[in-house]
């Protein structure tokens, strides 16, 4: 094989890993995106009953 032509092969064998790599990558990136975006919805809900909670404790017991 003629050095051109190994360092094609190289080349294109490389680019294939790296484009593998890249499509893992990305997965990856977007189910944990898809994980904080779930979790920030159910932390504003917990924190909307938090406040709902902590204003109908205040009306029962008075302010303080």
């Known amino acids: 094989m003629t050095d051109w032509k190994k360092k094609a092969t190289e080349y294109a064998l490389d680019k294939k890993r790296q484009n593998k790599r890249i499509r893992e990558?990305?997965?990856?990136?977007?189910?944990w995106k898809e994980k904080a975006i779930q979790n920030k919805a159910r932390v504003d809900k917990l924190e909307g009953e938090l406040y709902k909670i902590k204003k109908k404790l205040i009306e029962i017991t008075g302010p303080q």
């Open 25 to 31: 990558i990305t997965a990856s990136r977007d189910g």
